[in-house]
């Protein structure tokens, strides 16, 4: 059983193999996606409670913090892949790393403008330069830099040492703008502090349950493309290969 | 801390106690950047798929 397992992600570490992993679990993700997703939504949107603070615009959170959300775990995923790719020279980890910062790119510009529409009726303001919207705007200036950085570059390995170099410098952010509206830290920024969902006092669970389930579908969204990306990304690396040539032409 | 607050006419579920134009423009930009997440790699995947293809004809020529 243990070897079984063991040879299973041995062989992921093969990108014809981790190919046809990826097109196996595909459909898996799309269906728990959309089914947490319209159950989230559906609760989110209609049966929540009214917040008394913020009234119904509130309602923006299902989408603001799950994006936000993805906008760090991607890139703490990214910097995990990137640092193996980087020690041990795994294909599929570099494939890993390339392949979500066009998702986290577009998920933290996502938060970005969410939390823009939101702040206005909450704050008065589309933008204010706090500690939280500046480091994610500097977050998406990484995840652009990374991207151009891996296109810019022609040979795949270098390019690969390069992105993975700037992810892992780029990680110190992360636990900056986790902080960011902590006033422990020092930080009385407009953007209100981190909510505890477990607390019902803090949080009512009729809007805290979709909140969570609106995570979790975002998380497997992330899944979804990402294995679309790395698909794509192993066709392009691959495409000298029999195999590859045979998947086009219709051979396998 | 929270009120009631399921919506008693569709009407006013889109309303959203005038706040609608907040509420759905999120909603539309989020719609958009999930629908661009699905099609972008989409697209590639044809692009990459067509180039390979190319090759191979200009390989067996």
Not at chain 1, 20 to 37: D, E, K, Y
Request: glycine share 6%.
């Amino acid at each position: 059983m243990f070897k079984s397992i063991k040879n299973f992600f041995h062989r992921q570490g093969s990108p014809r193999y981790f190919y046809q992993t990826c097109g196996a679990l595909i459909p898996w993700f799309a269906w728990i996606c959309v089914i947490l997703m319209v159950i989230g939504l559906v609760q989110g949107l209609v049966f929540a409670p009214t917040a008394k603070l913020h009234g119904e615009t509130y309602r923006i959170i299902y989408v603001h913090v799950p994006s936000a959300t993805l906008s760090l775990s991607i890139y703490v995923i990214m910097a995990i892949s990137a640092a193996i790719g980087l020690i041990w020279h795994i294909k599929t980890a570099d494939i890993i790393a390339f392949s979500s910062a066009p998702i986290g790119f577009s998920f933290t510009l996502l938060a970005l403008i969410t939390g823009s529409i939101w702040g206005y009726p909450a704050w008065g303001t589309w933008w204010e330069w706090d500690a939280r919207m500046t480091s994610e705007l500097i977050l998406l200036f990484m995840y652009a830099g990374i991207i151009g950085l891996g296109l810019a570059i022609e040979d795949r390995r270098t390019a690969a040492n390069a992105t993975a170099i700037l992810t892992l410098c780029g990680v110190v952010l992360i636990p900056f703008i986790i902080i960011s509206v902590d006033p422990r830290f020092g930080f009385n920024v407009l953007h209100q502090p981190r909510s505890n969902l477990l607390d019902a006092k803090e949080v009512a669970p009729g809007i805290a349950i979709p909140w969570v389930i609106m995570i979790f579908s975002f998380l497997f969204f992330y899944g979804t493309v990402l294995m679309m990306w790395i698909r794509n990304e192993i066709l392009r690396r691959e495409r000298n290969t029999q195999w590859v040539k045979n998947l086009v032409t219709g051979n396998q | 801390m929270m009120e009631s607050g399921i919506f008693d006419m569709i009407s006013n579920f889109f309303y959203m106690d005038g706040r609608w134009s907040y509420i759905w423009s999120a909603y539309a930009v989020a719609a958009l950047v999930l629908a661009i997440n699905v099609i972008l790699p989409k697209l590639i995947r044809g692009s990459i798929e067509k180039q390979i293809r190319r090759r191979i004809e200009l390989e067996k020529e």
